[in-house]
């Protein structure tokens, strides 16, 4: 694409980003400021993390963008070609075949690699935002590792709900140490993120701030020792390709409202499919 | 009594603008002590509760506190999260306002839980009987562990924020008039409760209050202030009996002539 520098943003803006992507990895789950640029696109399309892919992508890669577990859908088709045509890089909706993966608000159901980057698109990334208002007071809380009130969040869930309640961006602790907001991924998804092979980086473009969880590093999701963190899934298996751990979306399938749970990870159940899986849905289409 | 203080302060020194808060002001408090600050509104009372607990620095002067181990710390030159630590454990505050220290969105077994919680507790049975039996201690209905402070009334409040600082069974507490903001008739027994709690548990006490009455029924011990002086420490008994500083007698005589 011409009148552009490789990947839209200028060398020096990339520069100041990863500076910040090393602060950030170098003290796991820390969020750190950054000076978020005006990107061609509005904020809640993932600014942050397409400042943070522009910064780490080189002209070998090969990029996956995925928008609820999804390849297919207005956001990923318009990040993806918009790196396509900035950085002319190879894109691809294969896991295994990529070596950076953009995502909002899923981890893919594929286990990850070391060669491989994920970056996550953070609306709000502190995770103590609607216990405390005041960013001053969350700062300190941080700098002190003073996380009671955040405790007192879960306890509340459980004496008015008998159970935590917390379904997307459940917060976890970071190498012991720092409270992380996984961004509003399934609290499904929140077991991956520990120990994953794979570097982890984290961009919010309206709240101006990145973070990072290193390979192999300690994650653990907030809870108590009797009422344990439980990764939540509905109990079905994929309509399609008949998965049983995966996670599911509910899809209304006709105007008779007929409802059908599938993978919300649209490339997993595609290669499954491919593999021969067949769900329920998929056995009616054949005998029909 | 043994011959170490808990906390010591040596000619504190504080002014606002050309206002002289503290001057030359000198405390010892032992452990599981009760000490009374009185003096008319205005007097510092208040400023020399925020500096001995390192809220508020003074202009000169120091402030030891001696810790489990009988390590001496110099509060002021604590670094923040030291002093954090010391504040969500070791020690406690009781203000006036229970709003002030209440989370009111928050239930009261939260509110009671969360130092708990802060010092790492993480069985969610046993938070919730500690916040039962703390409760029970305060005389508020364990019925009432779930539901919002906004629903309970003023001497409840008062003593559902003492249960919250009292849980982590901290050694020394700051109160702030924490019987100022409830009638009289509900001041009493808050007093009572405050002191069959603090004498159990061998709490030590900086209690700051203008009426002399709630120091002589607390205090063992007792300092007077006038205008950012301390013009009058001794036993409680001793100073209020037989004052010696005019404005002591002054003091006395009104609470005698009301
Ligand atoms: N932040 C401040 N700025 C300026 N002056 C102050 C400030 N805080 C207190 N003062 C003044 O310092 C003096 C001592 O105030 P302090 O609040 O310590 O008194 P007090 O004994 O607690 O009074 P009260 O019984 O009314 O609570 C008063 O004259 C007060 O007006
Ligand atoms: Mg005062």
New interface residues.
């Given amino acids: 694409m011409k009148g552009y520098n490789f990947a839209y943003l200028d060398e020096q803006t990339k520069r100041m980003i990863r500076r910040a992507l090393l602060k950030a990895v170098a003290i796991p789950g820390h969020q750190v400021p950054f000076g978020s640029r005006e990107m061609p696109l509005p904020y809640g399309w993932g600014t942050g993390g397409i400042q943070v892919t522009a910064s780490v992508l080189g002209a070998g890669d090969v990029l996956k963008v995925i928008d609820q577990g999804a390849d297919d859908t207005t956001n990923a088709v318009s990040i993806r070609r918009f790196f396509a045509r900035t950085a002319g890089v190879h894109t691809t909706t294969r896991t295994a075949d990529a070596t950076v993966i953009q995502t909002r608000h899923r981890i893919p159901e594929q286990t990850l690699r070391d060669d491989q980057i994920i970056v996550y698109q953070v609306p709000q990334p502190e995770p103590l935002y609607r216990l405390e208002s005041s960013r001053i007071e969350t700062r300190r809380m941080h700098a002190l590792a003073d996380y009671g009130l955040m405790h007192v969040k879960l306890y509340e869930d459980i004496a008015r709900f008998g159970q935590i309640s917390i379904s997307y961006d459940y917060p976890v602790m970071v190498n012991r140490r720092h409270l992380m907001s996984p961004s509003p991924i399934p609290a499904f998804d929140n077991p991956k993120l520990h120990r994953m092979p794979t570097l982890q980086l984290f961009g919010a473009g309206r709240e101006k701030r990145i973070y990072a969880i290193p390979p192999w590093t300690e994650v653990r999701s907030l809870d108590f020792d009797d009422h344990p963190f439980r990764p939540i899934r509905a109990p079905h298996p994929c309509g399609l390709c008949g998965a049983t751990d995966s996670y599911l979306d509910e899809v209304v399938i006709d105007d008779r409202g007929g409802r059908l749970f599938v993978c919300s990870d649209t490339d997993h159940c595609a290669e499954r499919r491919a593999a021969g899986h067949v769900g329920t849905e998929g056995l009616k289409e054949a005998a029909e | 009594m043994t011959d170490e203080t808990l906390l010591s302060a040596r000619k504190l020194s504080l002014s606002y603008g050309m206002l002289p808060a503290l001057v030359d002001v000198d405390v010892d408090l032992w452990p599981g002590e009760m000490l009374a600050v009185v003096g008319e509104s205005g007097s510092g009372k208040t400023t020399l509760l925020n500096v001995l607990s390192g809220r508020l620095a003074p202009d000169a002067g120091a402030v030891w506190y001696r810790d489990p181990d009988g390590h001496l710390h110099d509060v002021h030159a604590m670094p923040?999260?030291a002093l954090?630590?010391l504040h969500?454990s070791d020690w406690g505050f009781v203000h006036q306002d229970p709003r002030q220290n209440l989370?009111m969105n928050?239930?009261a077994?939260?509110n009671v839980?969360?130092?708990l919680?802060?010092?790492g507790a993480?069985?969610?049975?046993s938070?919730?009987e500690q916040a039962i039996d703390w409760l029970t201690q305060v005389e508020i209905d364990a019925g009432r562990?779930?539901d919002m402070p906004r629903t309970f009334s003023g001497g409840m409040l008062q003593r559902l924020q003492i249960a919250r600082t009292l849980v982590t069974h901290p050694r020394l507490v700051f109160m702030d008039e924490p019987t100022g903001s409830l009638d009289v008739s509900v001041q009493a027994r808050l007093l009572d409760l405050i002191r069959s709690l603090v004498t159990r548990l061998n709490i030590a006490v900086v209690l700051v209050t203008h009426d002399i009455g709630v120091a002589r029924l607390l205090a063992h011990r007792i300092i007077v202030m006038q205008r950012g002086r301390v013009v009058e420490t001794g036993l409680t008994d001793q100073v209020l009996d037989d004052p010696q500083h005019p404005y002591t007698q002054l003091l006395v005589s009104s609470v005698l002539h009301a």
């Fill in positions: 923040a999260p954090r630590t969500r989370r928050v239930t077994g939260g839980g969360e130092r919680m802060a010092q993480r069985h969610y049975g938070i919730r562990i779930d």
